[in-house]
């Protein structure tokens, strides 16, 4: 079974602060993606990654980077907190070639 | 890139009964559908999917339609019950060929009354 897993369930954080969301996936996944999910948006793409060190934009970028050092481990960084930043987000990886993506568990932030 | 709409955003149905939503997308090379559903406070899981080779898939009570001249694929549940509320979410590949993000429809709350 593959497994996503993202490291904080739940995370409440301060305007102006550097959050770090981390996901690791433990099946050699090449491909790994993060979503953001608001009611009545669904999911839109943030970032994605086809191999380590690379990145590519998706919808959403702006406010947000990435890093994978790792082939396993992809992470998401808010550079400075907003409010409009609070949101579910929700790390997928995939096999290079396929198209079908495996959701970790997702981590609900709230800035304050 | 692709774009992705599905209807209707909420659908309440009797238990028993059928449930249908229905997703249109853009780009006319596109070939791969999938359908998620996401139950309360979990992650999304694929359900079903479809290639533009077929018309139609099935898997026990579900199953997805595909109408590539209308550019419109939808999920049919039968003998809907109560686990089968949850929000569900269409998507389609970004570009129609290479590694490729999916892009999601914004989704279907389904409730199921009993």
């Known amino acids: 079974d593959v497994k996503v897993t993202q490291s904080s369930r739940y995370l409440v954080k301060r305007t102006g602060e550097k959050v770090f969301l981390e996901c690791v996936q433990d099946?050699?996944?090449?491909?790994m993606f993060w979503y953001r999910q608001d009611p009545g948006l669904g999911l839109r793409l943030i970032y994605f990654s086809y191999d380590v060190k690379m990145k590519e934009k998706g919808d959403i970028p702006e406010g947000y980077s990435v890093s994978r050092e790792k082939k396993e481990r992809f992470s998401l960084i808010l550079e400075s907190a907003s409010t409009n930043q609070t949101s579910m987000y929700l790390c997928a990886s995939s096999l290079v070639g396929t198209t079908e993506a495996f959701f970790g568990q997702g981590t609900r932030l709230t800035v304050v | 890139g692709e774009n992705v709409e599905q209807h209707p955003s909420t659908l309440s149905v009797q238990e028993g009964d059928s449930a249908v939503i229905k997703c249109t997308y853009s780009?006319?090379?596109?070939?791969?559908f999938p359908w998620y559903k996401q139950e309360l406070g979990k992650r999304p899981q694929l359900i079903i999917d479809?290639?533009?080779?077929?018309g139609e898939k099935k898997d026990q009570r579900i199953a997805v339609t595909l109408n590539k001249t209308a550019k419109h694929f939808s999920l049919h549940i039968t003998e809907t019950q109560p686990e089968d509320s949850a929000v569900y979410f269409c998507a389609a590949p970004s570009f129609p060929s290479g590694n490729t993000p999916l892009v999601f429809g914004k989704g279907t709350r389904l409730s199921v009354i009993a």
């Open positions: 479809i290639r533009s080779n077929v």
């Open positions: 099946m050699d996944h090449e491909n």
């Open positions: 780009d006319s090379a596109s070939n791969y």
